[in-house]
T-cell receptor, first 113, second 115 residues
């Protein structure tokens, strides 16, 4: 089955800096990679995703990049703000009739004002 | 409003006392799943279901049971809870067929403490 590794487990940045979270996956057949944000005491929610036919996707201050050859994908947050502080989870899997996502262990991002 | 609901939200119980955590979704999703979240271990899948009467083990199924008699409901059953099942539990659902992306919709979570 799929195995998703996520690093770092904790990331501390100053407001306005960029933050990068990296994930690797093992199953070369995986083709869908979502990212979830979990604020303190709340449920995880999808913030951005990427499919394997795309190398990069942006949505305002967040972007995700995918390197299929190396089997890794990354979340980039620019101009970080205190409200970006949360736990971020990556996931991977094969999109289709039997999609079962495998989650990384999460990254706790702390943005200091 | 499209949503996933879980009940109860908080539960303190004692070892060995059977309990059920309910999960319901109103989005007609085929796929439903249970996760437990523990510090440093992320989201670990307990059981999942592809559709009615179709369930399968996830990564940490020991000590848990599930059923999927109706499409909207996916209860998690702990027949004889033990302290190592103290955790935060999330139910999630998503569509399967005919989609080119897949968002997992999570419930609000159930904080379970087993004494």
């Amino acid at each position: 089955g799929e195995n998703v590794e996520q690093h770092p487990s904790t990331l501390s940045v100053q407001e306005g800096d960029s933050a990068v979270i990296k994930c690797t996956y093992s199953d070369s057949a995986s083709n869908y990679f979502p990212w979830y944000k979990q604020e303190l005491g709340k449920r995880p929610q999808l913030i951005i995703d990427i499919r394997s036919n795309v190398g990069e996707k942006k949505d305002q201050r967040i972007a995700v990049t995918l390197n299929k050859t190396a089997k890794h994908f990354s979340l980039h947050i620019t101009e970080t703000q205190p409200e970006d502080s949360a736990v971020y989870f990556c996931a991977g899997g094969r999109l289709g009739g039997s999609y079962i996502p495998t989650f990384g262990r999460g990254t706790s991002l702390i943005v200091h004002p | 409003e499209a949503q996933v609901t879980q009940n109860p939200r908080y539960l303190i119980t004692v070892t060995g006392k059977k309990l059920t955590v309910t999960c319901s979704q109103n989005m007609n999703h085929e796929y439903m799943s249970w996760y437990r979240q523990d510090p440093g271990l992320g989201l670990r899948q307990i059981y999942y279901s592809m559709n009615v009467e179709v369930t399968d083990k996830g990564d940490v199924p020991e000590g848990y049971k599930v059923s999927r008699k109706e499409k909207r409901n996916f209860p998690l059953i702990l027949e004889s809870p033990s302290p190592n099942q103290t955790s935060l539990y999330f139910c999630a659902s998503s569509p399967l067929a005919g989609v080119n992306y897949n968002e997992q919709f999570f419930g609000p979570g159930t904080r379970l403490t087993v004494l």
